[in-house]
């Protein structure tokens, strides 16, 4: 569509309050249709042509403000409306907060966002989400847990990008961070995901762990591998509307090596597994790269 005039402002003031608004208004975008139909009686062609309008004036609105507060932290909002003639409207809006601790080491940060949209036969449909996160980093040992839900009418789409709604999602991932070399490596990481995903029908649609660890030798050649488990699951959307379909558990195996990246010649190789329980499926990967 073609932009008719915008605006962007943005700044922060002395007292540590952040603010942007951005505004746009975009013109009317038509198409030229031909549609060629037969007489029954006669089989004479004829061709017709007009103009489709594929999209109406409309004005789209997106701004946020955030403060600072304590160190590093913040509390702030978010908010976006998308106006048009002959549609009805749309409208997000959030407030979430951060708190840092620690020098940045501890996080929590927690949002609520809630939208008003209209379906194809002009109903309202309101919605929500919420989400939590509580992080450490630093440290030998750190992870964050986090919980996020979205109701079924929630909807950010009209200005913005939403994978799905519908969903309840809990999860956890734990680290370990060895800087200090030991007797076969210079520095190595090992990471622990899990995570359980609902719909709002109690339905599980995604449930996992994955464990992979990552190091680096004394030569300063490298190798990890990571193993990945999903459990059986309902695939939901997969119907567009009708019953879920069982998704059997399977597992996931990935390698990878790769030599002294200070060198002129680099080299990794990466090559991956997949199998499912039943034995239904599997899968192979090779891969790798040469670097100059």
């Not at 031909?34 to 009686?41: G, I, L, Q, V």
């Amino acid at each position: 569509t073609t932009i008719i005039g915008a605006l962007n402002l943005s700044g922060k003031t002395s007292s540590g309050t952040s603010f942007g608004i951005i505004n746009a208004v975009t013109d009317e975008e038509f198409a030229l249709v031909e549609r060629t139909s037969t007489d029954p009686d006669t089989g004479v062609e004829s061709t017709e042509r007009f103009r489709h309008k594929l999209e109406p004036v409309t004005n789209w609105l997106v701004g946020r403000i955030k403060q600072d507060v304590l160190e590093n932290s913040h509390v702030g909002a978010f908010g976006s409306t998308v106006n048009g003639s002959g549609f009805d409207p749309a409208y997000v809006g959030s407030v979430d907060g951060e708190l840092n601790l620690r020098k940045n080491t501890i996080r929590i940060f927690s949002r609520i966002t809630g939208s008003r949209t209209f379906d194809n036969d002009g109903l309202e449909q309101k919605g929500h989400e919420a989400a939590l996160l509580l992080k450490k980093n630093g440290g030998l040992v750190g992870g964050e847990v986090y919980v996020d839900t979205r109701s079924r009418d929630f909807d950010t789409n009209d200005l913005g990008f939403m994978e799905r709604n519908d969903r309840i999602q809990l999860g956890a991932w734990t680290w370990m961070r060895i800087r200090n070399p030991s007797k076969l490596t210079r520095r190595s990481d090992f990471n622990l995901n899990i995570w359980r995903h609902w719909n709002q029908d109690k339905l599980k649609i995604h449930e996992g762990i994955n464990f992979n660890n990552w190091h680096t030798f004394h030569n300063y050649m490298n190798a990890g591998f990571g193993l990945h488990r999903v459990n059986e699951v309902y695939n939901d959307l997969l119907t567009r509307g009708g019953p879920p379909v069982l998704r059997p558990p399977l597992w996931d195996l990935f390698i990878n090596f790769g030599t002294d990246d200070r060198k002129t010649v680099e080299l990794d190789l990466f090559p991956s597994f997949s199998w499912s329980d039943n034995g239904a499926s599997s899968s192979q990967h090779y891969g790798g790269r040469i670097r100059y």
